[in-house]
């Protein structure tokens, strides 16, 4: 199956670098307008790209140092004009994923007193919003994830933009996903939702609103996330959102097993499958697809094949270096296909009640917690 193409903003960007060459004397009238162009081309790449697509190509890296040295070394008489150089600079394909929160912090150091100084309101929230987006993805404990929202609640209200208080509404509401705070997520993706619709964002509101799906999934309330997802579906073919099928597809497969139904959640985890490897999703999203599909497996009597599933996936979010929670998620579903293949291994603690199996894991896992003679 042939990948999906690029995003629109990201062809019309690619289509721009493709008219000419990057001259090298900033004295040259191109120059400063290639370079805001070079920036913005990152700015929507690091959407459909990995970090390590972008960090393990030797070209991309040295066009990152030369325009990062134009707009932050010596930025000349032109301020940086993209939203992705002003004040802080996420700086992802330059550097090695960190390994931690703490050696995290170098990624997001201001560039330049020039590029602070002149960076406008707007440029800065947008910049920040990215910069905590990726944080939320990233390994480690997110202590500081509170204070920067709170400057990007600020800075929305500052600039007055309905398109930014969106996008930071939607970055909280990811925020205490992670933390299991779904009352307050449902909140924040409902003011997103809101947001999105007002200003016509409507390629947003699928993701919306399959997010407030995932969240009635995870209190336990079946009907309203099938009724969530039915809008989201409906809403991704009204506005031709392709890259909200994957999401819905996963989703819908961990609602169909935990009602019990295995037939049915396996074409939607197949289906899940398929569209992840026509496109380009985030590693995080392709090891949790892997991790459900073995979920479903090992429900289905998958025995040995579903346990080396649910292994390929936890392997796959070690090596993307994704969130605690992705990988805790997933390690829980090892446990389970080693509970059902007959395996020792301790049971789940953070599925929704009454997901099948979970009564019968607990004592599967007696032998585990035993000490042996």
């Not at 990995?50 to 707009?71: I, M, Q």
């Not at 010596?74 to 330059?94: C, L, M, Q, T, V």
């Not at 392997?315 to 293949?341: E, F, H, M, P, W």
Request: hydrophobic residues 40%; glycine residues 8%; contains cysteine.
């Amino acid at each position: 199956m042939a990948a999906q193409p690029p995003p629109e903003g990201l062809a019309w960007a690619e289509r721009a670098v493709a008219l000419g060459d990057d001259p090298e004397d900033p004295a040259d009238p191109r120059y400063w307008p290639r370079m805001r162009l070079r920036m913005l081309y990152f700015f929507l790449a690091i959407e459909n790209h990995t970090v390590a697509e972008l960090r393990d190509d030797p070209g991309t890296l040295a066009l990152v140092r030369r325009v990062r040295s134009a707009f932050g070394d010596e930025p000349g008489p032109r301020p940086p004009a993209s939203p992705a150089s002003s004040g802080r600079s996420p700086r992802p394909s330059a550097r090695s994923p960190p390994r931690n929160r703490t050696n995290s912090a170098p990624s997001s150091t201001p560039l330049s007193p020039t590029a602070a100084a002149t960076a406008a309101t707007g440029k800065v929230g947008v910049t920040l919003m990215f910069r905590t987006h990726m944080v939320v993805d990233m390994p480690g404990t997110l202590a500081d994830v509170d204070e920067d929202l709170a400057e990007l609640r600020t800075l929305a209200r500052r600039v007055g933009d309905r398109w930014m208080g969106a996008q930071i509404a939607s970055a909280a509401a990811e925020a205490y996903m992670m933390r299991g705070r779904y009352e307050e997520a449902g909140a924040d993706y409902e003011e997103a939702l809101r947001l999105a619709r007002e200003v016509g964002a409507h390629a947003e509101s699928p993701f919306l609103l399959a997010r407030l799906a995932e969240i009635a999934y995870r209190s336990g309330d079946m009907d309203t996330a099938g009724k969530g997802l039915a809008e989201a579906s409906a809403e991704a073919d009204r506005h031709h959102v392709r890259d909200a099928r994957p999401f819905i597809s996963f989703l819908s497969s961990a609602i169909a097993l935990h009602r019990g139904e295995i037939d049915t959640a396996c074409a939607h985890a197949e289906e899940a499958s398929h569209l992840v490897e026509a496109g380009n999703p985030p590693p995080h999203f392709t090891a949790a697809v892997i991790g459900l599909a073995a979920r479903v497996e090992a429900y289905g009597g998958g025995g040995a094949a579903a346990v080396a599933s649910a292994t390929t996936a936890l392997r796959a979010a070690r090596d993307a270096r994704c969130a605690d929670l992705i990988a805790a998620t997933l390690g829980q579903g090892l446990a389970v296909a080693l509970s059902l293949a007959d395996e020792p291994a301790p049971p789940p603690r953070s599925w929704p009640p009454s997901t099948p199996g979970a009564a019968n894991c607990p004592a599967r896992c007696r032998s585990w917690r035993r000490p042996r003679r």
